[in-house]
């Protein structure tokens, strides 16, 4: 049976510390580093226009709301210039808010609990059911930590699901919309699940077929599914990332050397 297969060859610890998450794996005491964390030495080129476009788009509101009828004061345009330069900040909080109660909401319908889906979530939870009722997987586990003792990471899975035999694991999305696109999928992606495919092969012992981005659209329900394409040299580059995160830690310098 695939339920007596699914238990993990040795535990896998999600340790808070601040701001910050690391993971524990097997009898190691070790901060280990998540995946997410890893991959933010990528570059991503679509947030900086989005966090230029955030400030100016929150300025030019509160121009056009204040500065009307009277002259804004020496005060009220710094106030408006700090409310601008930290907005998106506020938006990209807000999001990841929506995005994780999108995500316990499905863990828990994946695990046969009953709650009630509040109204700014229920599109991206109608689009994981509309996902689930159009294939015949069989959905096997939720949210799932997993670590490799190999490169030394963790990272927590979002579901892994079994065509026969054969493992496949996704991680759910609700990004906003691309505007190239018909989904909210970004290449970096496909590298943050290769680098779960490994771990996950590591910590359960059991090969995965294919791995899937799972978009749910929060606006109105819908979905897209993405395919890897090529989980190998996605991994060859989350080792890459690996190694410039752990290399970012060093001391390139000595601060007491005399000349």
């Known amino acids: 049976m695939i339920a007596e297969r699914l238990k993990p060859l040795y535990p896998v610890k999600l340790i808070a510390d601040g701001r910050s998450h690391f993971y524990q794996i097997g009898d190691d ?16 080129p679509a947030l900086i226009p989005w966090a230029v476009k955030s400030a100016s788009d929150n300025i030019k509101d509160y121009l056009l709301k204040n500065a009307l009828d009277k002259p804004l004061t020496k005060e009220e345009v710094e106030k408006a210039c700090e409310e601008g330069k930290n907005i998106y900040k506020k938006k990209a909080s807000e999001a990841a808010d929506v995005g994780s109660r999108v995500h316990q909401a499905i863990d828990s319908i994946i695990k046969g609990e009953k709650k009630d889906i509040p109204e700014d979530i229920r599109s991206g939870v109608d689009g ?9 997987l ?8 997993l ?7 963790g990272g927590s899975l979002d ?4 065509d026969g035999n054969e493992a496949i694991i996704f991680d759910f999305k609700t990004t906003k919309k691309r505007k190239d696109r018909d989904h909210g999928i970004y290449p970096e992606y496909g590298i943050q699940l290769a680098s779960y495919a490994n771990a996950f092969t590591e910590t359960y012992g059991i090969p995965v077929k294919d791995v899937y981005a799972l978009w749910l659209d929060k606006e109105k329900p819908g979905f897209k599914a993405l395919k890897v394409s090529n989980i190998g040299a996605c991994f060859e580059v989350f080792l890459a990332c690996l190694k410039i995160y752990k290399s970012s830690k060093y001391e390139f310098f000595d601060e007491q050397a005399i000349i």
């Open 29 to 44: 005491e070790t901060f280990r580093p998540g995946v997410t964390t890893v991959l933010g030495v990528l570059n991503k």
């Open 128 to 136: 994981f059911l509309a996902w689930k009722g159009s294939n015949s």
């Open 138 to 145: 069989t959905i096997e586990l939720g949210d799932t930590r």
């Open 147 to 153: 670590g490799s003792k190999l490169f030394g990471y």
């Open 159 to 162: 579901m892994v699901a079994f």
